[in-house]
């Protein structure tokens, strides 16, 4: 009878220390699941479309809608390949309303069998609009207007080209595509300042809040709405921004923390030859300095 009893308060013992540590493990475990939680990542993929026919021919392209080359085509397929082959899959894509990414925003869904995801097209992603100079060559404009004038325009950060005229047919607002779109919010000229002003307010309001309902999402759009995207995310000086060179087709992944601040960015890809297309525009943008240059 004795043993029975030891025997018994000992199993309720045991049961309650079971409990006790079952608790204390569920209470780690629940702790663990809230960092977790907190410390959640999310990503975000960039890219510049691919090389366009104004690209090539080294003019002012802006809103201009032009198509892709033959190498812009090739280079959207060579980034729907990285994604894919770096498991990458989207629910979302945003895009601007110029053929260049939206075209690009094809092929790279294409390659990823997910051309049925929603494809929003948003002017507010669209390339800085270069007013009057929109459509000529850089250098030809440089003896139009003085070489000086050119070189503030394309390496300023708040300084814009010359207004269109509202009558010209390079107006947003004469053109069909942006019908729907009130006439006050359209550009006759924009500084990069103005394009990320343009840009910002539009990524906080549209696409910050499918990131943080774990929506995965993919930003096709152009050199300069991507500079501004850069320099939010980067937190980099007006000064800075200028410097920042971005290659045609090659997806940039950000990495955010819970409170949108970036942990890290990368290019996706070959490095050795995403160093030499970076390079490549370097050395292009330094030869059109050089012939811009009023030293």
Known sequence: M?????????????????????????????????????????????????????????????????????????EAIIAGDILKNNSFNFDICFTSTLKRSIKTSFIILDKLNQLYIPIIKDFHLNERHYGAIQ???????????????????RRSYSVPPPKLDVNDIRNPANIEQYKNVDKNELPLTESLEDTVKRVIPYFDKEIIPEIKKGKKILVVAHGNSIRGLIKYFDKLSDEEIVNVDIPNAIPLVYEFNEKFETIKRYYLGDQDEIKKKINKIKKLEKQIDSILSFN
Do not use: P
């Open 135 to 153: 459509g000529l060559n850089k250098k030809e404009t440089s003896l139009k207007y003085g070489t000086k004038l050119v070189y503030e325009w």
């Open 2 to 74: 004795f043993y029975f009893l030891i025997l018994f308060l000992f199993q309720i013992n045991y049961n309650k220390s079971e409990k006790n540590f079952l608790s204390f493990y569920q209470k780690e475990e629940d702790k663990n699941l809230d960092q977790n939680k907190n410390n959640k990542i999310y990503k975000l993929v960039l890219i510049r479309h691919g090389q366009s026919s104004f690209n090539q021919e080294n003019l002012f392209t802006g809103w201009t809608d032009v198509e892709l080359t033959k190498t812009g085509i090739e």
